[in-house]
């Protein structure tokens, strides 16, 4: 096996310590920026494009228009009176979130190399002995495929137990590169419905599928988890041809995903209109019918 470059950038929005929910035992989660999918309920719309994105909190802002006089992208400007910053013209430089006085400006996204990352999952080292580790989501980190290949390398040559978080949307010779190198993958089913898939992520559900199937070729530990979207995958027929699928992938459990409005204040601070502001958050007790219809067709399906 060849040593990884540690060397090797990447672009992350977030790592979260002391995570039970990504993977099994105590784990670190690394957030990779950048997403080829475009879920209309996505929690974290942050992670949706490969770059820094500036978010503007009106609560704090001042109304000095400063950020806009000082932008040397011209990324900056007044709508209605609220301050808009375009994502597509920001080049993440950061200027603005430095002389914001009233720092009502931060930037979402940060280049890290792979030795960074490292450095930082092992501070926690003693508490994955219990069988954590690191965990790879996003976003996609299939999107950044030689950063996500580096990182899971140098993570085996510490001794981690590696998992990821994955839509399984990247190209099958880049799916079959990584897979080796991660030990536990939690892998998203959107919609069992293709027409319907690419409705509420942009995109089609064929290339997941494909990937499932040579990750469960390839003998890897799965967990397909079902994000429940109400008005997109919720019905009890939803329920009832997700479990044929897995059936017809032998496989024998999933989990299941509550849908939340954890997100929706980050929409606001990206000035990106979100379309479930008025959807109500789901409970256990809402889908006990449609935890049924899995059990009924022979899959555990669990919250």
Request: proline share 5%; aromatic share 10%; glycine share 8%.
């Amino acid at each position: 096996m060849k040593k990884a470059d540690r060397s090797q950038t990447g672009i992350l929005f977030d790592i979260q310590k002391f995570s039970v929910n990504d993977g099994p035992g105590i784990r670190t989660v690394v957030f990779f920026k950048g997403c080829p999918l475009r879920c209309r309920w996505c929690s974290n719309p942050e992670s949706q494009l490969p770059k820094a994105q500036v978010f503007w909190d009106a609560k704090k802002c001042a109304g000095c228009f400063h950020c806009a006089a000082i932008c040397p992208a011209n990324a900056v400007s007044l709508q209605e009176g609220r301050i808009h910053i375009s994502h597509l013209l920001c080049n993440g430089c950061g200027r603005c979130t430095w002389e914001c006085p009233g720092k009502a400006l931060e930037i979402g996204g940060k280049i890290k190399t792979v030795q960074e990352v490292v450095d930082i999952v092992l501070q926690d080292q003693v508490f994955y002995e219990e069988g954590g580790g690191i965990t790879l989501s996003g976003g996609e980190f299939l999107s950044q495929p030689g950063f996500a290949m580096e990182l899971l390398l140098a993570a085996k040559e510490e001794g981690l137990h590696t998992c990821c978080e994955t839509t399984g949307f990247a190209r099958p010779e880049i799916f079959k590169k990584v897979a080796p190198f991660i030990d536990y993958i939690l892998f998203d089913m959107k919609h069992w419905n293709d027409e319907k898939h690419r409705a509420g992520t942009g995109v089609s559900n064929q290339l997941p599928l494909a990937n499932m199937k040579q990750a469960i070729e390839l003998q890897k530990e799965i967990l397909p988890r079902i994000p429940v979207i109400p008005g997109f995958n919720d019905s009890l027929q939803d329920a009832a041809k997700f479990a044929d699928t897995l059936r017809q992938l032998r496989l024998a459990k999933c989990q299941l995903l509550l849908f939340h409005q954890f997100g929706e204040h980050k929409y606001r601070l990206l000035g990106q209109p979100y379309g479930y502001t008025d959807v109500p958050s789901l409970h256990r007790e809402d889908l006990e019918e449609y935890q049924k219809a899995f059990l009924d067709h022979g899959i555990e399906a669990f919250f």
